[in-house]
């Protein structure tokens, strides 16, 4: 079915087992020189497809939710407590309940926490935190007009940060020294501090890390079910570093450090001075549950600019931008149903969005796609947008919430009118489903469509780009874009191939736009 068995690290062999629903249920890490378990951690799951039961060695923690499914509180080795205005933003944890006392985040903007209060400013950046006696102990945050964070001043030492034009960050500076990163596209691939350089590997078009290189060393991350490091290893097999968290994402101990390691959930990086995680295009506060800034891409992310996630055991935000829309069950039925992909589902939300949702994928023996395979996809896009490529917008996730109280987790994306294998299959023929027509395939297409297939084969020849398995898709304005790549490879890391069945492909497509914008009959394509 094409899911991960066994891995091996070095000394370290870890096993995995998934569940009938292809979800993962247990991991064992074996030192195979010293012939010893090092790692056994097993995952349970409600009826509505939360996890309900996290077991890491001796710790075990279960979760219970509300009748929203959202996390309302935690039993176990991590007891937490959450508190939700009617907004959904965490407004207490771990605080005693007054009664009849109701408590909400004014423009989803959080104002109190336990004891601390927070300040905002005109653009809705979070500029101090007041916490402690009388709110004595404050951290003053600046921002540039982008809107990043470029200055932070706690207990009287400042840092300061700056970045690239792409908006990554590139230096963190204090009166300790000065730390400079390193970027391959979003991933972050080196750091370097006081002649210390670290080199971060990932799983392939992924935020999932695998190795950290340092001083000419190795180590292993040992990962979760959401991708977030609980263990590193050397090549010996010996755990050098080990943390357990809290829910959403801060660390509730460390039981071994022998090397320092600042990743966290996919996409973040955890910052001592602040307690932060730079999260891409924002900075995550653990100790919330929420951004400090708005959401860059503003409302098209969804109504809560500040959240990061509706459950944040079952969802990751590697870029700091996808937000959570929430959208009514009918869009689930019959009546919205727009098409059904090798691993998804396309419901129509309106006129220029659908919502794709995960389902079993024949192509890979049935086994059941996931949501973290419609986020590597929406990844996939975004490196072939950044590579100057036309491409399927998809603006964020979402979640349905069933009749019965069970969830459905997908993404929203743009809606096209139309795609060639539309044009083969039945637009000539008359039998649409979804009532696409010659006529309005006529009218759609023009010569500007073909210049702009043309400038896509120049750019993926001169980008050395591959993608596997993609289609073309057309809106009501003609435009072409790349959609549903199974893989891609860009520059070196394109395969020569590959590189060369893409772009027979856009040839291929840039004939048969061409005849259809010269109005030539469709069945004489095919």
């Known amino acids: 079915m094409g899911r991960e068995m066994l891995r091996t690290q070095g000394e370290v062999a870890t096993q995995t087992e998934y569940d009938p629903m292809g979800r993962l ?9 010293q012939k010893k378990q090092i790692i056994q951690r097993e995952y349970a799951y409600n009826n509505f497809g939360n996890l309900s039961q996290f077991t890491d060695g001796n710790s075990e923690t279960r979760y219970v939710y509300d009748l929203l499914n959202r996390l309302e509180k935690t039993e176990g080795t991590e007891k937490e407590v959450f508190d939700f205005d009617p907004a959904g933003n965490i407004v207490g944890i771990n605080e005693q309940k007054v009664k009849g006392e109701k408590k909400q985040a004014t423009g989803n903007r959080l104002a109190m926490q336990g004891d601390k209060k927070f300040t905002y400013d005109e653009r809705g950046n979070l500029i101090k935190e007041a916490r402690g006696k009388g709110g004595k102990l404050v951290t003053e945050f600046e921002y ?22 792409l908006g990554r960050r590139i230096e963190k500076k204090d009166a300790f020294g000065t730390t400079k990163y390193l970027w391959a596209g979003d991933q972050l691939a080196q750091e370097t501090r006081n002649k210390i350089k670290k080199t971060y590997v990932y799983e ?11 001083d000419n060393e190795v180590y292993h991350y040992h990962l979760d079910h959401l991708g977030t490091p609980r263990e590193l290893t050397n090549n010996e097999g ?3 570093w080990k943390v357990r968290y809290k829910t959403w994402g801060n660390v509730a101990l460390k039981e071994c450090e022998e090397i320092e390691n600042n990743i966290r959930f996919q996409g973040q990086y955890f910052d001592e001075e602040t307690g932060l995680h730079y999260n891409r295009h924002r900075y995550y506060n653990p100790d919330t549950g929420q951004f400090i800034s708005q959401d860059p891409i503003g ?37 919205n149903f727009l098409g059904k992909g090798a691993y998804k589902n396309a419901h129509i939300i309106d006129g220029d969005r659908v919502f794709l949702t995960p389902i079993a994928n024949p192509a890979h ?7 973290e395979d419609l986020h590597h996809e929406a990844w996939m896009l975004d490196k072939l947008s950044q590579e100057g490529l036309s491409t399927l917008a998809i603006y964020g996730t979402a979640v349905v919430n069933m009749p019965d109280g069970s969830q459905v987790q997908g993404i929203i994306a743009e809606r096209k009118l139309f795609n060639s294998k539309d044009v083969f299959d ?3 023929k008359g039998t649409n489903p979804q009532g696409v027509t010659q006529d309005m395939v ?65 040839e291929s497509e840039i004939i048969m736009i061409k005849d259809i914008a010269d109005k030539k009959p469709m069945k004489i394509f095919y």
């Open 144 to 165: 540039n007009l982008q809107n990043q964070l470029v200055k932070v001043t706690k207990n009287n030492q400042t840092t300061e940060y700056k970045y690239d034009p």
């Open 426 to 428: 039945n637009i000539y």
């Open 25 to 33: 249920q247990k991991q064992q890490a074996f030192n195979l020189a």
């Open 442 to 506: 006529y009218d759609t297409i023009t010569q500007d469509t073909v210049v702009e297939l043309e400038k896509m084969r120049e750019t993926i020849i001169k980008n050395n780009v591959e993608v596997n398995d993609f289609q073309i898709m057309y809106g009501k304005d003609g435009k072409p874009v790349i959609a549903d790549p199974k893989d891609i490879g860009v520059g070196k890391d394109a395969d020569e191939g590959e590189v060369e069945k893409t772009i027979r492909k856009i």
């Open 365 to 371: 023996g049935g086994a059941p796609a996931t949501i």
């Open 299 to 335: 409302l098209l992310g969804g109504v809560n600019n500040y959240q990061y996630a509706p459950n944040p055991l079952g969802w990751i935000d590697p870029y700091g931008l996808c937000k959570d829309d929430e959208l009514g069950a009918s869009v689930l039925s019959e009546e």
């Open 238 to 240: 010996d755990i050098v």
């Open 204 to 214: 392939p078009l992924s935020f999932k890390p695998v190795a950290l290189v340092q």
